[in-house]
Structures are given as structure tokens and as C-alpha cells.
């Protein structure tokens, strides 16, 4: 079974790896998590209360690009 990126415990680092896509979600907000050295160890949760961002919308933003690019 292949990880989740909706897992609450999905440390950014591997959300990254598991598709790529997603980073355009965090540059367009502005968020530095991309090559952050915390990223291993950060969740989206933990972004989006540093960012100040509403995680529900941001999750749902981040799940359509992974839509988006399994379709490519």
C-alpha cells in the first residue's frame, strides 16, 4: 500500500518525494518548506500553522495538483 499524502503524519520531505507537483501549492503561498531542513520532520499540519493558512483548503489545494498530475 502506497503512502497517503492526506496521512497527518506525513513529514513534508516525504510528501515531497512522493509528488513533486505539490511544491507549486507551497510556492504559491509564499512557504519556504521546499529544501527546508525541517521538512523531514514537518506535516502539513505544522506548515500551515507556521504560514497561517486554513489546512482543510490547503490540503484540498494540494490534492487537486496531485490529481492534476496523475492525469499527465
Not at 496521512?7 to 529544501?35: I, K, N, Q, Y
Not at 497561517?52 to 495538483?65: N, W
Request: hydrophobic fraction near 45%; charged fraction near 30%; aromatic fraction near 10%.
Amino acid at each position: 500500500m502506497g503512502e497517503d499524502i492526506d496521512d497527518p503524519d506525513l513529514p513534508l520531505a516525504r510528501l515531497f518525494r512522493l509528488c513533486p507537483t505539490v511544491a507549486e501549492a507551497f510556492f504559491a503561498h509564499r512557504m519556504l518548506c521546499f529544501g527546508c531542513p525541517v521538512a523531514p520532520f514537518h506535516t502539513v499540519i505544522d506548515a500551515c500553522a507556521e504560514y497561517r493558512l486554513d489546512e482543510a483548503e490547503f490540503r484540498a489545494e494540494l490534492r487537486r495538483i496531485a490529481l492534476l498530475s496523475k492525469d499527465s
